[in-house]
């Protein structure tokens, strides 16, 4: 069966520090891969898409990695700060019109000052 | 900015009763979803629509029935509430890729 699996254990890091947060996924071919930030009691907010042919993609502090050979994609905050504390949500591309999407169950980042 | 809003933050409905939740984005999106979220299960997709009149069912349909009569608008309906389908309840509207979601609908069915 498909599976999305993230870190269920919240992530706990000192200010400053890079967050690495993992997504991995089997028995799919996703043709891209999105991360979204959610923030308690709101809804998922989007932060980046890449593409299977992409290996990595950078906004700001953001810098997300997708390896389709190993099944995975790493997301990183670099210069982590007390805001940056949500769960983050990886999302796959699961239908060949490109617009569902299957979501993991999300890791919960704590960045300490 | 995209705006989806969702008709209330809140809403207690008793077992049996008929619940209606309303989702409203303002940005001409063509695609409309609604999922749930519980705590360990993640994010689930219960319907999806990609145009007036269309629907396509999610991962989780059963008990739930959606209607789009106009582009703007997607209404998530629950026939007879059950306990179980106690959850927050999100939209979300998008074009291509990226979805952008409402604030979400806590529902407790007593």
């Known amino acids: 069966s498909q599976k999305i699996e993230q870190n269920s254990e919240a992530l706990n890091i000192q200010e400053g520090k890079t967050a690495t947060l993992t997504c991995n996924y089997t028995?799919?071919?996703?043709?891209?891969l999105q991360w979204y930030r959610q923030d308690p009691g709101r809804g998922p907010v989007f932060l980046l898409l890449?593409?299977?042919?992409?290996k990595e993609k950078r906004k700001e502090r953001l810098k997300v990695t997708f390896d389709t050979t190993l099944k995975q994609s790493l997301f990183h905050i670099t210069a982590s700060q007390p805001a940056d504390s949500a769960t983050y949500l990886c999302a796959l591309e699961t239908n060949n019109a490109g617009n569902m999407l299957t979501f993991g169950g999300g890791t919960r980042l704590m960045v300490k000052p | 900015d995209v705006k989806v809003t969702q008709s209330s933050r809140y809403l207690v409905k008793r077992t049996g009763e008929k619940v209606f939740l309303e989702c409203v984005q303002d940005?001409?999106?063509?695609?409309m979803f609604w999922y749930r979220q519980d705590p360990g299960l993640g994010l689930r997709l219960i319907y999806f629509s990609y145009d007036v009149k269309m629907k396509e069912k999610g991962d989780i349909p059963e008990g739930y029935s959606v209607s789009r009569e106009k582009k703007e608008r997607f209404s998530l309906i629950l026939e007879s509430a059950s306990t179980n389908q106690t959850s927050m309840y999100l939209c979300?509207?998008?074009?291509?890729?990226?979805?952008?979601f409402g604030p979400g609908t806590r529902l407790t069915v007593t």
């Open positions: 028995n799919y071919s996703p043709a891209y």
């Open positions: 979300a509207s998008g074009i291509l890729y990226e979805q952008y």
């Open positions: 940005m001409d999106h063509e695609n």
């Open positions: 890449i593409r299977e042919n992409e």
